[in-house]
């Protein structure tokens, strides 16, 4: 049998660090995302004594553009869009299409059509949000959808085209809970955090210890001084 001995500090040191292994090693199979086709646990019941276990197999609902095709299958009407407008988000080489009612918030159209933008103030100020509409750079969340301009006879209308810059779409798919990144942040902050609380408290035992002995050294000259008093009232 191999037995560690750690004196002092070091051993309750060491006893938080593997605790809080094991914290993270659990949470990071608890927060794992499933694969999908597996089966996930959902209900347990217990009949005639026998603990049973309810199974049921994962499976990706089908959207309403699955079943009837998307926009320009089946027009915006039959998905249920509404509006005037039709509205275009670029990013790199993928196009999303939607319809907007003029005056309607851009943030609200794209999160209608499922385009990420990320934000952050949404007063307008940080600039986070913004995207490029006819070479301009505007702010997502202080931009409302304008009036579709006059098309030719039998053309159709020009759609509002919106171009958010390539990398959004990547910064939303790492924002998951978990990742290998996170862990390993996680298990480095959680080592220095104990490292500066091992050396907070040395610290403060130190402060402390000079403070009782500044206390004791007071203590002394206080009974010095009473002493002295009391042998002059005796001569």
Not at 19 to 35: G, I, K
Not at 38 to 49: D, E, F, M
Not at 80 to 87: A, D, F, K, N, S
């Amino acid at each position: 049998q191999l037995h560690l001995i750690v004196i002092g500090p070091g051993r309750r040191l060491l006893q938080q660090f593997f605790s809080m292994l094991l914290v993270l090693l659990a949470s990071a199979v608890a927060f794992a995302p499933a694969r999908p086709g597996t089966a996930v646990v959902v209900a347990k019941n217990t009949i005639g004594g026998v603990r049973t276990v309810s199974m049921k197999t994962w499976s990706r609902r089908k959207t309403l553009a699955d079943q009837i095709g998307g926009v320009e299958e089946a027009g915006a009407q039959n998905v249920g869009l509404v509006g005037t407008v039709p509205v275009e988000f670029c990013e790199g080489e993928v196009t999303l299409r939607t319809m907007a009612i003029p005056g309607q918030p851009l943030s609200e159209v794209a999160s209608q059509a499922g385009q990420f933008i990320p934000y952050k103030c949404r007063k307008g100020q940080c600039g986070t949000c913004q995207v490029r509409v006819d070479g301009q750079w505007i702010k997502t969340c202080q931009t409302r959808v304008p009036p579709a301009g006059p098309a030719a006879k039998g053309a159709e209308v020009e759609p509002f085209r919106v171009e958010v810059r390539a990398g959004s779409a990547a910064i939303k798919a790492s924002s998951r809970f978990f990742s290998l990144r996170s862990f390993v942040s996680g298990f480095r902050n959680n080592l220095l955090g104990m490292v500066g609380f091992v050396r907070e408290r040395r610290r403060a035992r130190r402060e402390f210890q000079e403070r009782i002995a500044e206390e004791d050294r007071i203590k002394e000259l206080a009974a010095a001084k009473r002493a002295q008093r009391q042998a002059m009232g005796g001569n």
